[in-house]
């Protein structure tokens, strides 16, 4: 019996179309940026140079993304078999297409593919609808026949003043984008500490409330907000229980010094 | 009068920091990246070649970001006037950091810095805090005692089979990230046209009931669910003003068409 496919198998549903390449590096870029995001269906139209060895130097261990890419003479043939397809353009125009944020598109696209997921659990992975990226070429991006042939348009948000965003980092972004969109925004593996139980954090404003009273930093006739803005500093983040003993240790040590100064003090008072 | 800072002059706020940087190549893509997303303070720590035409080719129109890269012989140097300090970092370990994905690290800048702003509006735009990101050598990351320097670690999230970001891709989607954090999902310009009256909707209906049912597609007898099918799939996306003149004006030359014919068929069954 099958498995529900897992959202890293659903990521495997993206393919990403790039049109017409002229530099077989920034294909090689590509195939990289793609494997780092766990993506791997690769489609090449008309690429000017491919298989390339710039290709194969710039994807460097993702070479086996650009083995098994397709080469096709037409964007049609490359998209046959998707069902929603996205071209990546920057520039505004009076098309008739929906134009929306690259993460948007994204979004999409995951909530296409993992809501028919959802319905069809037991589904072959090889049966979930596709969705294509589409990306031009890189002087002038998507021609109007390419875009006819595109579903949405996204684009990638750039400061307009510079939005010369190079084929292989729109690509590097998309993806990225793509594997947030599919598997969320993954806590990181959290840096885990025991925290402090109540009881200890009381008892160790009780000691620094004692320590400082001892220093006369803290008058008790006139605290002022002493005690209450340290309370603050201590508990703006939790107090981890290492941390606790830490501190506890700390004053621990002044208390000691400043009991061994005041003896050695009345000692030489008596001398 | 100063003006309260854009959230474009906020991103200002940001410095990206290379440390160790061993290619030269890749201080340019990261100066190209950076400008794509309106980032523009770039320090640089020891890096092995700078400046190198290497840096300048890659950055091709972002050498102005070059030009005003400030070099450092120490990240402690480089960090001076910074008030928060993410260290990017693949690595997993038991530091006691606290370590975050890169969409949250980019969140929390673009907080201390947005929240600053706001609390004094006319604050200098160069006393505004300032939030640096670091990235550490190309080969093994940021050393222990670079990351000691830092207050928060973060990850950008990649396949686990294979996290091989380039330094340039890195720096690309943390700088997109940073815009987005700033910025927002900016809604792209959207593709507007005038929706359709709810009256000239259903007129649309009626016509398309009339004219179906003269071509025998639709049996009033027998309707079954026909025109709720129509309906669903023709208001699933709200119908543009256009789009029903263009359906109008299909089904009236449908209509044409078939009286035509069957005055020609009449005629040739008279003649």
Same mark, same amino acid.
């Given at each position: 019996?099958? !498995?529900?496919?897992?959202?890293?198998?659903?990521? +495997?549903?993206?393919?990403?179309?790039?049109?017409?390449?002229?530099?077989?590096?920034?294909?090689?870029?590509?195939?990289?940026?793609?494997?780092?995001?766990?993506?791997?269906?690769?489609?090449? @139209?008309?690429?000017?140079?491919?298989?390339?060895?710039?290709?194969?130097?710039?994807?460097?261990?993702?070479?086996? @993304?650009?083995?098994?890419?397709?080469?096709?003479?037409?964007?049609?043939?490359?998209?046959?078999?998707?069902?929603?397809?996205?071209?990546?353009?920057?520039?505004?125009?009076?098309?008739?297409?929906?134009?929306?944020?690259?993460?948007?598109?994204?979004?999409?696209?995951?909530? @296409?593919?993992?809501? !028919?997921?959802?319905?069809?659990?037991?589904?072959?992975?090889? !049966?979930?609808?596709?969705?294509?990226?589409?990306?031009?070429?890189?002087?002038?991006?998507?021609?109007?026949?390419?875009?006819?042939?595109?579903?949405?348009?996204?684009?990638?948000?750039?400061?307009?003043?510079?939005?010369?965003?190079?084929?292989?980092?729109?690509?590097?972004?998309?993806?990225?984008?793509?594997?947030?969109?599919?598997?969320?925004?993954?806590?990181?593996?959290?840096?885990?500490?025991?925290?402090? +139980?109540?009881?200890?954090?009381?008892?160790?404003? @009780?000691?620094?409330?004692?320590?400082?009273?001892?220093?006369?930093?803290?008058?008790?006739?006139?605290?002022?907000?002493?005690?209450?803005?340290?309370?603050?500093?201590?508990?703006?983040?939790?107090?981890?229980?290492?941390?606790?003993?830490?501190?506890?240790?700390?004053?621990?040590?002044?208390?000691?010094?400043?009991?061994?100064?005041?003896?050695?003090?009345?000692?030489?008072?008596?001398?």
């Amino acid at each position: 019996m099958s !498995h529900s496919p897992s959202q890293t198998t659903l990521l +495997r549903a993206v393919r990403i179309v790039l049109c017409s390449t002229t530099h077989p590096g920034n294909i090689g870029a590509a195939a990289r940026a793609m494997k780092t995001m766990g993506i791997r269906d690769l489609a090449l @139209v008309s690429p000017r140079f491919f298989p390339h060895e710039d290709a194969t130097t710039r994807a460097t261990s993702a070479s086996d @993304v650009l083995d098994q890419a397709q080469v096709f003479t037409s964007l049609e043939d490359a998209l046959k078999g998707c069902h929603f397809v996205v071209g990546l353009t920057s520039r505004r125009r009076d098309l008739s297409h929906d134009m929306v944020s690259l993460r948007e598109s994204t979004l999409k696209a995951a909530h @296409v593919i993992t809501q !028919h997921a959802a319905v069809f659990p037991n589904e072959d992975p090889h !049966h979930l609808p596709r969705a294509a990226f589409v990306f031009g070429t890189e002087m002038s991006g998507l021609s109007n026949e390419e875009l006819d042939l595109c579903s949405l348009l996204a684009n990638v948000p750039t400061d307009p003043d510079f939005a010369s965003l190079n084929l292989g980092s729109a690509v590097q972004v998309t993806c990225y984008e793509l594997r947030q969109a599919f598997l969320g925004d993954q806590p990181v593996q959290p840096y885990f500490q025991p925290l402090a +139980r109540h009881e200890d954090i009381e008892a160790l404003f @009780v000691h620094l409330e004692r320590a400082l009273t001892q220093t006369q930093f803290l008058n008790p006739q006139k605290p002022k907000k002493l005690m209450e803005r340290l309370r603050r500093l201590l508990t703006r983040k939790r107090l981890e229980q290492e941390e606790v003993s830490l501190l506890r240790g700390l004053l621990k040590s002044f208390e000691r010094t400043l009991a061994q100064r005041t003896h050695q003090a009345d000692n030489s008072d008596q001398s």
